[in-house]
């Protein structure tokens, strides 16, 4: 990196304020780590997921259910019981009585659900997902507060250099006044410069206007109350002015390990779905009691207990072609999900190498339009010692003064888009909470 670049730092860092009084980058992003409300929301994320995990190992524990009937038999069923058993002709009976009564309590134990075990294995997975997506919260945090920052650091510098510049014409205003009393200029040259002035100053109710907005963009970027005041200090980290020296890695960025994470998912789901095919063995145990009477108090007091325990085996042999076409969704979601993370792996290739390109194109144009300043400040100060001394005329100051005016404008875009292109290869390579970390 040039040295222009550290030149240039110091510079348009005018001010510090006390680290008491002010908050610089690392600061801001603390507190907006801790602060910001898309936090609440990915831990509550977390806390969902945890509840899914649980919520698919309660199928694979016992189960304990309680059931309970009373009925009130308005017409008894009948049967017969042929001629020859009791008689020489066909009897018919109830088996009950008008009211009948039952309670069971039923533990059911799964014993052996390939689909379920299959499933579980997908716990894992989405809590990795969820802490990813948290950590991709915390990676936008981290750049949306940074570019804010940047934005009010390039709006103070905007408003130095306009008082700058009215200063310059302020100055010219005082001569040019003091001639025109002397009747030695006219009174329209020193209209010229004060029209120019009078732009100067719309300019600068416009810049203090953006940095209010800055302001109150990087509040909420904190998640910093909008109503409270906040000075910051806007000192660009030095490291920010540095080289890149990191290698593109793919599985640095958070959003290529969670579609990595969604390739495996899909797998899991395709094994799901196939091994519902295979049986799935349950162990029960039931005690109960049941109860008869005429009348509903003597179904209650005459109850009958029974119990028994036992396995139960379940094949499914019908459903192959809803199995087969679920399966073959499942797998056409795997293949693209495959395709996919192919797909981003050349994606956050290229915005790595354009980053590449843009800082490198950057700081070749921030270092030019500061030369630019430099050259255009000193041909002022010829051009102003010379209208002084009568050897060049009012418009050449002026036109002089414009290009400066326009070179100082190129330069702090220059120099803004250079530090947004800093971040942008650090977004791109998967180094933010890095970049964080070494502030």
């Keep these: 990196m040039s040295k222009i670049i550290y030149t240039a730092l110091l510079i348009f860092l005018g001010w510090n304020m006390s680290a008491q009084d002010s908050w610089n980058l690392k600061q801001s992003i603390e507190y907006g780590l801790e602060h910001n409300h898309n936090n609440t929301i990915y831990a509550n994320e977390k806390i969902a997921a945890d509840a899914r995990a649980r919520e698919a190992l309660a199928d694979y524990l016992p189960r304990v259910s309680l059931s309970s009937t009373l009925d009130d038999n308005l017409k008894l069923q009948q049967t017969i019981i042929p001629a020859g058993i009791f008689g020489d002709k066909d009897l018919k009976v109830s088996l009950s009585k008008q009211y009948s009564t039952n309670a069971t309590a039923q533990l059911d134990q799964v ?3 390939q689909s379920l075990l299959t499933g579980l294995r997908a716990n894992k997975y989405n809590r990795e997902q969820a802490e990813l997506n948290a950590q991709q919260s915390r990676e936008s945090i981290i750049y949306n507060i940074t570019t804010a920052y940047l934005d009010i650091f390039i709006y103070r510098q905007q408003l130095e250099l306009i008082q700058y510049n009215l200063d310059t014409y302020q100055k010219q205003i005082d001569i040019l006044r003091l001639r025109v009393n002397k009747g030695v200029t006219l009174q329209k040259d020193l209209d010229k410069i004060q029209v120019d002035y009078n732009n ?7 810049a ?3 940095l209010e907005l800055a302001h109150n963009e990087l509040k909420f970027e904190m998640g910093y109350p909008l109503s409270t005041p906040l000075q910051v200090d806007t000192v660009v980290p030095g490291h920010l002015a540095l080289e890149y020296n990191g290698e593109f890695s793919a599985p640095a960025r958070t959003d290529y390990r969670l579609a990595e994470l969604d390739v495996r998912l899909k ?3 395709q094994k799901t779905i196939r091994a519902e095919a295979l049986p799935t063995l349950t162990a029960y145990a039931r005690y109960g009691a049941v109860g008869f009477g005429d009348d509903l ?12 325990v036992g396995l139960k085996l379940t094949i499914q042999t019908l459903d192959f072609y809803k199995r087969s076409a679920r399966y073959r969704q499942a797998d056409i979601e ?9 797909l981003v792996h050349d994606q956050y290739k290229m915005e790595f190498n354009n980053a590449q390109t843009k800082l490198q194109q950057a700081q070749v144009n921030v270092e030019n339009d500061q030369r630019n300043v430099t050259l255009a400040q000193s041909v002022l100060g010829v051009t102003d010692l010379q209208f002084q001394k009568g050897t060049t005329d009012l418009t050449d100051w002026i036109t002089t003064q414009n290009a400066l005016k326009q070179s100082q404008l190129t330069y702090l875009s220059s120099l803004y888009n250079y530090y947004l292109a800093r971040i942008d290869l650090e977004k791109a390579a998967g180094t933010l909470q890095n970049f964080y970390n070494s502030l």
């Design 200 to 206: 100067s100053l719309s300019q600068k109710r416009v």
């Design 267 to 269: 797998e899991i789901k």
């Design 208 to 210: 203090q206007s953006n």
């Design 111 to 113: 014993i052996y659900n």
């Design 297 to 308: 108090k003597q179904s209650y007091n005459e109850l009958n207990p029974f119990s028994a």
């Design 334 to 342: 795997r293949l693209n999900s495959e395709e996919n993370l192919k």
